[in-house]
């Protein structure tokens, strides 16, 4: 082993991607990897994957703790609210974990606020009274946090606006769909802009925005429509500060500004709007926040 420093692993499993790291206590990254999901990959072979991966990643070092930050809610023997991923739902995610990493403690949870909770830690939710994280990737989402701690809720769904709907939305949740996130996720912007604009890909759709005026229209929709339910929501819990990771925030410059326009307008208290520490690593850094928390599984 490099040390005898007490290290943790923190694992990310995302819609397309799983990312891996281990890290020490003040939240330093000492290795990590990342492996791109197959388009048709399956959740048992993709859980597969990252664990052996893992255990590779892990050997040099005195890994004591494992995070598991994932999609959805898990259960003992199945993860509710997690349709992006064909058989994710029926995954028996934590025995699956117990029995690669044994004699290992463990801690799993939601990887938005697995995120929010790496914000408080070491980021930029950090000695904020009240906050919330917009998760905005191949899904969306948002946590709420006060003191430091993560909100979670009756039944830890808090935050889960991915149900969100419009009048006249005939399919929700009792029909298995989550009308916003299918209208407003990275997976479904990818699909819209090909079928509206024929555009292939979302780099490709950011770099037409400033002259397209298709591209324009589409966009202003999406951002009316994320502004509007994030700030009903906000209004709920008077943040101080709302930060935005997951995969578009590499398009922060485009996104923040302008919902924070749009807040600035309705909102009586609009919250500072501030890009993530990590940018579209929050998950992983989620992961680590998990495993070096008090709420681990022996």
Same mark, same amino acid.
């Given at each position: 082993?490099?040390?005898?420093?007490?290290?943790?692993?923190?694992?990310?499993?995302?819609? /397309?991607?799983?990312?891996? !790291?281990?890290?020490?206590?003040?939240?330093?990254?000492?290795?990590?990897?990342?492996?791109?999901?197959?388009?048709?990959?399956?959740?048992?072979?993709?859980? /597969?994957?990252?664990?052996?991966?893992?255990?590779?990643?892990?050997?040099?070092?005195?890994?004591?703790?494992?995070?598991?930050?994932?999609?959805?809610?898990?259960?003992?023997?199945?993860?509710?609210?997690?349709?992006?991923?064909?058989?994710? !739902?029926?995954?028996?995610?934590?025995?699956?974990?117990?029995?690669?990493?044994?004699?290992?403690?463990?801690?799993?949870?939601?990887?938005?606020?697995?995120?929010?909770? !790496?914000?408080?830690?070491?980021?930029?939710?950090?000695?904020?009274?009240?906050?919330?994280?917009?998760?905005?990737?191949?899904?969306?989402?948002?946590?709420?946090?006060?003191?430091?701690?993560?909100?979670?809720?009756?039944?830890?769904?808090?935050?889960?606006?991915?149900?969100?709907?419009?009048?006249?939305?005939?399919?929700?949740?009792?029909?298995?769909?989550?009308?916003?996130?299918?209208?407003?996720?990275?997976?479904?912007?990818?699909?819209?802009?090909?079928?509206?604009?024929?555009?292939?890909?979302?780099?490709?759709?950011?770099?037409?925005?400033?002259?397209?005026?298709?591209?324009?229209?589409?966009?202003?929709?999406?951002?009316?429509?994320?502004?509007?339910?994030?700030?009903?929501?906000?209004?709920?819990?008077?943040?101080?500060?709302?930060?935005?990771?997951?995969?578009?925030?590499?398009?922060?410059?485009?996104?923040?500004?302008?919902?924070?326009?749009?807040?600035?307008?309705?909102?009586?208290?609009?919250?500072?709007?501030?890009?993530?520490?990590?940018?579209?690593?929050?998950?992983?850094?989620?992961?680590?926040?998990?495993?070096?928390?008090?709420?681990?599984?022996?």
């Amino acid at each position: 082993m490099k040390d005898e420093q007490e290290v943790a692993l923190g694992i990310d499993f995302g819609g /397309t991607k799983t990312a891996m !790291a281990v890290g020490t206590g003040d939240g330093a990254i000492l290795a990590q990897e990342r492996i791109v999901h197959a388009a048709d990959a399956h959740a048992e072979q993709i859980v /597969t994957q990252a664990f052996l991966r893992a255990k590779g990643l892990i050997r040099p070092f005195n890994v004591s703790r494992v995070g598991i930050s994932t999609m959805g809610l898990t259960r003992s023997d199945k993860v509710l609210l997690a349709p992006n991923v064909a058989g994710w !739902a029926e995954l028996h995610l934590p025995e699956m974990a117990r029995a690669c990493f044994e004699g290992k403690p463990l801690a799993l949870g939601n990887d938005v606020k697995a995120a929010a909770q !790496a914000e408080c830690l070491w980021g930029n939710l950090a000695h904020r009274d009240g906050g919330a994280f917009l998760n905005w990737g191949t899904g969306i989402a948002l946590a709420f946090t006060s003191g430091g701690r993560v909100q979670q809720g009756a039944h830890g769904a808090s935050g889960e606006i991915a149900y969100a709907w419009q009048d006249g939305s005939s399919m929700g949740f009792a029909e298995g769909h989550a009308p916003f996130e299918e209208a407003t996720g990275g997976g479904a912007l990818r699909r819209a802009i090909a079928e509206r604009l024929g555009i292939s890909s979302m780099e490709e759709f950011f770099a037409r925005l400033p002259h397209d005026g298709d591209c324009q229209r589409y966009w202003q929709e999406i951002l009316e429509w994320v502004a509007q339910v994030v700030g009903v929501a906000l209004l709920a819990v008077d943040a101080e500060v709302l930060v935005i990771g997951g995969g578009l925030v590499r398009q922060f410059s485009l996104i923040g500004p302008a919902l924070s326009n749009r807040w600035q307008r309705y909102l009586p208290f609009p919250p500072e709007v501030i890009q993530s520490a990590f940018g579209s690593d929050g998950g992983m850094r989620g992961g680590l926040a998990l495993a070096w928390s008090a709420n681990l599984i022996p």
